[in-house]
């Protein structure tokens, strides 16, 4: 059986941790990691998508080892979607002052 140290947790790859049943979510899972640095909110996506997945193919959880995944790969989205959204809109914003008010080259609003 699959034991996750929560300690650990933010040491974990997401796509070491699907079980084999589910071993079609783990690109979507690597995608997800390898994107998390630019794009936290498409990496959150991914995420959603891959639990998802997860559910349709399991749906009772009744395969070693997908009731835990799936509470994991729950557990760290809850953890992850207030500060995607909000980390979204300060980099659109951010952008948005750098091209048009810092540079004054247009006189756009938001």
Known sequence: MMMIDRNEDENIIDSELVPSSLAAIALILRVANDIEAD?????YLCRFHAFERAHTMDPTSSRRGVRQFKTYLLHKLQEEEPTSDSNEIQTYYQNFYEDNIENREGKKTP
């Open 39 to 43: 794009n936290p909110r498409v990496a």
